[in-house]
Every structure is written in C-alpha cells, then in structure tokens.
C-alpha cells in the first residue's frame, strides 16, 4: 500500500475531531465542505463578542440548523453522540464560545447554557472580561474571584476549559484551579513562532501533565510561514507539539473561518467587539488557510502529510480526534 492509500485508510477510519471552526454558519459551503471532508465532529464558535441575549439568539439559530440540516448535521452533548456521527457519516456540532461574556455578571447562566447545550467555553477572548485576562491585554492579573468561582462551576457541570486566547498568568491559574483536564482548542507553541497568541512552554507542559490536550492550529499568522504557510508547515507545528508535550495530548485546532467577511473580521479585531482597531499591516482584508488545507474538505491531507513524516497509524488516529475523544469522555462524563 503506498502512503496515500495508508493516510486515506487512517483517515476514513479515525474520528476526526477539529477542536476549532468559526465558520460562518449561514453558509451552506461551509456545512457541504466538513461533510466532503469526512470531518466527524468540530468545536463550533457560536459566541466571541456577544452578550447574553445575542448568545441566545445564536443558540435558536443553531437549534433551527440541526432541524433544517439533519441528514448531514447533528448536535454534540456527549461523546456518544460524536460515535454516532462517525456511524451515520454526519458531522457533529459542539457548541463553544471563544469568551465567556455571554453569562454577564451572573454564574447561574452556565447551568442555562449547559443545559442549551454548550460543552466548550473559553475564559476570555484576547481581552480583559470579568474572569481575567486575554493574551493581548496589557497587564494580565490572572483569574478575578468570580473567574475562579466560573472555574470550579464548569468543572461541576462538566464544560470543557478552553485556554487558547487566555493570557499567560489567567491560564496559569485556570490550569492549577481546575479539578479536571483543560485545553487550548487552537493554539501552537510561542517557542515554535513567537506570536503572543501562542502558548508558552510552562502552560503547555501543566496543561498536559493534567491530562489535557492542545489543538495545534493551521492560522496562518501562528505559524512560521505566516500567511505564506503551506499544508507542511502546519505539519511543522503538529510535529512541534507531539515533540514539546507528548502524542497523547495533541489534537487538531484547525481555526477555520470559511465564509466569513471583512466587516466580520473588523469586528472580530475590535476592542470589546466594539470599538474598531487599525488592523495589523500584514493581514489581508479576507485571511485564508495555508495552501493545501483552505478548507475542511482538505482535513485528509493532514494525515497524508503526517504518514510522509513517519507517524505511525495508532499516533496519526489520536491526532486526527482519538485524543480530543479522551479529553471529552473525562471532562462531560
């Protein structure tokens, strides 16, 4: 069997699992794109800026998606429900939210939209909110009370802690008060490329020595090639962190936008979502994937590239979602 037919039978096999897409949900390319991609399951940003009520209205959206789309779709609240979706050949949606801003000032709305079906929240989005701190902001104070009081509430009710645009001293004290494992749904090491998005060497090395797993990411500006990347250079930072924090906490993170605008980009860069920022020089006005990865239909080279590096199929399998699987199976029991 040559590598192709190897990478496609480790492929067509596996539970693939992407740990990030924030696609743009209206878009029927990007549904056809994950189903033509074999992708199992993806965490599914539904919130970044929004408040409570957006974040419901975001929620109704996604419940209208599953009715309307339920030959190719289905909604993920268990593990069992990502097998199921391997099983019937749809793609599994976990609803996630890259801040917490939607519960406000009020704890109890992480039992509501656990309940809604939410199973993924990162703490903060780059900047300050009231539970601590993003990796842009200026000072970084760690986690406030009432982020230490969201910590403990998720790991009760059993939502997984994502850490990706966390800043340094807040993931750090996410990581030592959590009682369960955490992640960073999309993130590289900032020792593989120096972006301050990317994850220093401490937190990478306690988030996987509590179980946890990272999901290397394919956005360009995180990568050593920038927006110049390609498919290898992605397989650069997956190889990176399999070196850094072993095979068995490494997952896929891919960050898609597919579908998205520039106005949808202005916003996303924005201060609070609010108040619009000059954007970084470098970045184009529509940002793209690397060549040979563009979209989720392009998933299955990623173990074509990775068997081409000498990965065993068992190693290939856990990066491709068996890992993400192990997590999530602890963290939702």
Known sequence: MDPSDTASKIYSEAVVVDGLNVSNWESPAVFDSLNAGGVTAINATIAVWEGYAEAMDNVAAWIRRFGEREANLSQVTGVQDILDAKRSGKTGVILGWQNASPIENDLDRLDLFYRLGVRVIQLTYNERNLLGNGCWERNDDGLSHFGADAVREMNRLGILIDLSHVGDRTTLDAIDLSDQPVACTHANARSFFDNQRNKTDDALRLIAEKGGV????????????????????????????????????????????????????????????????????????????????????????????????????????????????????????
């Open 214 to 333: 990272i999901g290397a990411t394919s956005w360009p500006p995180f990568l050593r090639n920038g927006w110049e990347s390609t498919l290898e250079d992605f397989a650069d930072a997956i190889e990176d962190m399999v070196e850094r924090v072993g095979i068995d906490h490494v997952g896929i993170g891919s960050d898609y936008t597919q579908g998205q605008t520039k106005e949808w980009f202005d916003v996303l860069m924005s201060q609070q979502g609010t108040k619009p920022l000059e954007r970084r020089k470098d970045y184009p006005e529509v940002p793209g994937h690397p060549e040979g990865l563009e979209t989720p239909d392009k998933m299955p080279a990623i173990a074509d590239a990775l068997v081409g590096r000498g990965f065993p199929s068992d190693e290939i399998t856990k990066i491709l979602g068996g890992n993400w699987l192990r997590l999530l199976t602890q963290v939702w029991r």
